[in-house]
């Protein structure tokens, strides 16, 4: 019987890497990405780590620090990150018959049975990654998820390591787990960390050589199995086709407070069409949907309500969820409000094929799917996606990304230029 062997691939400091690949003159710089509305730091390269940058950190708390250490700031670019996860994803898959993306910059590979220096196998991922999407990767090999977490850690700090790391059948695991912090290891969260801490488990090792009864009693059957993964029993095999999710959340902060009712319903509609695409993504159909909305948690007065609908057949059909939400809407409304965000909840999902049609239905179903099948594939096309007309023209009330890049890999008007003297 062949044992399991992962190896996580890990994108370093990935949106700061995007943003340096089509921007030489950022190698060897501090560079930092902020999130919505250019709020809070959400990614920094090594060079800014170094200068004590926090992640999550408020923007405006450290606007000096940035000024004073001339550090590059960018605004989220999802199109160009969704883009460049596609593209790392794609060429992993060549190295593997099994993969499961695990997030839009980790993802693991199943290397069971490979005849073959695993290590050298790691530094070749590591290599064409880097060759053909210009991604710098690291390589974690375990016999577990949890240990191949672990191993991509090290991999990361250690220069003799050069981000590549086998853990699988290494004489220096326990030293290794000796090095790592209990709240370092996958699965082990805060409110676990401080009772972790209470019992006397500080690192990894502790927690591997900890009772399981005294761990289950504690964690439950999670905490147990993470005690299991860092002894080497694989108690998570790889997902190639991970579950569907119980639910779909779109939602954004505003770009600047919002009043009128007019302005809620396109952002809520634009919300509720993007859920529709999720939903057909993912061959799902919706039964229940949730809208949402709040104005800013410092005001005082605070105003934070929902609403929630129950569709008579489960669907994905944009026009239903977009109706449903702009009724949503008018019952949370609040005329004297400031509102700072919205957003929409899709629930109960099922197989698009498992829709039950109720009795009274009159819609005709397979119309319905055939429209929205031709909007997905012309907006799949288009830089510019056909709009439903209640999502208005302008939008103000938009999201800022005033630090933003350009959309290099997918807008013909975005493409990188290349200047050329003789």
Request: some cysteine; overall charge positive.
């Amino acid at each position: 019987m062949k044992k399991e062997i992962f190896a996580l691939v890990d994108c370093n400091n990935f949106y700061a890497s995007c943003e340096r690949l089509f921007n030489p003159a950022l190698a060897n710089r501090p560079v930092v990405v902020l999130s919505n509305n250019d709020g809070c730091v959400v990614a920094r390269s090594n060079e800014a780590k170094a200068l004590d940058i926090g992640m999550g950190v408020p923007a405006f708390e450290v606007r000096d620090l940035l000024e004073k250490n001339n550090v590059e700031v960018f605004s989220s670019n999802y199109t160009l990150y969704d883009d460049m996860s596609g593209r790392v994803m794609e060429t992993l898959s060549t190295f593997t018959p099994q993969m499961e993306i695990y997030s839009i910059d980790e993802a693991f590979l199943d290397l069971s049975g490979f005849n073959c220096c695993l290590t050298d196998y790691g530094r070749k991922i590591k290599h064409t990654v880097k060759k053909w999407t210009g991604i710098p990767v690291t390589v974690g090999i375990a016999r577990t998820k949890t240990l191949a977490k672990i191993a991509g850690r090290i991999a990361k700090k250690s220069p003799r390591a050069d981000g590549v790391l086998d853990l699988s059948d290494s004489p220096h695991l326990e030293k290794a787990l000796l090095q790592v912090p209990v709240e370092k290891v996958w699965g082990v969260g805060i409110k676990s960390t401080i009772k972790l801490k209470k019992m006397g488990i500080h690192t990894a090792l502790d927690l591997k050589n900890a009772d399981i009864t005294r761990i289950k009693t504690a964690f439950g059957i999670v905490g147990a199995r993470t005690v299991y993964e860092l002894r080497g029993d694989c108690c998570y095999p790889l997902q190639s086709n991970p579950p569907a999710g119980k639910s779909i959340c779109v939602s954004r902060m505003f770009g600047k407070p919002v009043k009128s009712l007019d302005e809620l319903k396109q952002a809520v509609s634009t919300y509720a069409a993007r859920a529709g695409e999720k939903l057909r993504e993912q061959k799902l159909a919706a039964n229940s949907m949730t809208v949402f909305l709040n104005t800013s948690r410092f005001i005082k007065g605070r105003y934070f309500n929902s609403h929630t609908v129950t569709f008579d057949t489960a669907t994905n059909d944009t026009r239903d969820l977009i109706n449903s939400a702009c009724r949503c809407i008018e019952i949370l409304y609040r005329g004297r409000c400031s509102f700072k965000k919205c957003g929409v909840v899709l629930n109960n999902l099922i197989p698009q094929q498992h829709t039950q049609p109720n009795l009274f239905d009159n819609s005709d179903r397979q119309r319905s799917a055939r429209l929205m099948q031709a909007i997905d594939k012309i907006n799949a096309r288009l830089n510019c996606p056909i709009r439903w007309a209640v999502e208005g023209l302008d939008q103000p009330w938009q999201v800022k990304f005033n630090r933003r890049s350009q959309r290099f890999t997918t807008s013909f008007s975005e493409l990188p230029t290349v200047a050329v003297t003789t």
